[in-house]
């Protein structure tokens, strides 16, 4: 199982959301930094079970909530993808309080 980590502190716009989950989890260059190529990326890298873990989540949630909604809707889109095609739902979204 891979695991990747997410400062949830250094996401403050939607600029370091996208650069942010493109440092940690080593989307390629060629990333769109839009909702769409998010999924994409996730969807590619989640083959295998993937925990997605949202270190202060808590903080994100209370100050950025429309960026940490994001994560879990376009995280369980990514699942329903997979289920859409009979594939294993693989992504698992983790946070603190």
């Known amino acids: 199982m891979e695991t990747f980590r997410i400062k949830g502190k250094k996401i403050k716009n939607w600029k370091t959301f996208h650069s ?16 769409d190529a998010w999924i994409d990326c ?20 209370e100050n950025k909530p429309d960026l940490f909604n994001a994560i879990l809707e376009c995280g369980a ?19 603190d309080n």
């Open 42 to 61: 996730v969807d590619e890298l989640t083959e295998k079970p993937t925990i997605l873990q949202i270190d202060n989540g808590k903080y994100l949630k």
């Open 20 to 35: 942010e989950f493109k440092e940690e989890m080593n989307f390629p260059d060629y990333y769109g930094e839009n909702m």
């Open 77 to 95: 889109f990514v699942n329903y993808r997979k289920i859409k095609v009979g594939e294993k739902p693989n992504l698992i979204i983790a946070t």
